[in-house]
């Protein structure tokens, strides 16, 4: 089994920054992408910021200059740098890993949220 566990939420004023930290533990051979999403209420389930191994990161045309994405492959954790937050970027957001358990066994864990609200 895997475990995927966000953490970083809260309140935070427009203009603020937030920084969302995500960690996988468990069975764990090889981690292949990592990102972040996020669900407004109302809305669909959107990716905010994705990386995989090797490759540079892509963004949201939403979050593009505010929000920077980066991974510890040591640790098995992604992170994402929020700042200039707006009230729109208010959501739970999800820390979503491509993994493989085993040479030839892929799995995509989702960990449970984390709420970000911006507001005054």
């Known amino acids: 089994q895997v475990q995927v566990v966000e953490s970083g939420g809260g309140l935070v004023q427009p203009g603020g920054s937030l920084r969302l930290s995500c960690t996988a533990s468990?069975?764990?051979?090889?981690?292949?992408?990592m990102g972040w999403f996020r669900q407004a209420p109302g809305k669909q389930r959107e990716l905010v910021a994705s990386i995989r191994s090797g490759d540079t990161a892509n963004y949201a045309d939403s979050v593009k200059g505010r929000f920077t994405i980066s991974r510890d492959d040591a640790k098995n954790a992604v992170y994402l740098q929020m700042n200039s937050l707006k009230p729109e970027d208010t959501a739970v957001y999800y820390c979503?890993?491509?993994?493989?358990?085993?040479?030839?066994?892929?799995?995509?864990?989702w960990g449970q949220g984390t709420q970000v609200t911006v507001s005054s």
């Open positions: 468990g069975s764990i051979f090889s981690i292949t992408g």
């Open positions: 979503n890993i491509d993994l493989f358990t085993s040479p030839t066994t892929p799995l995509g864990s």
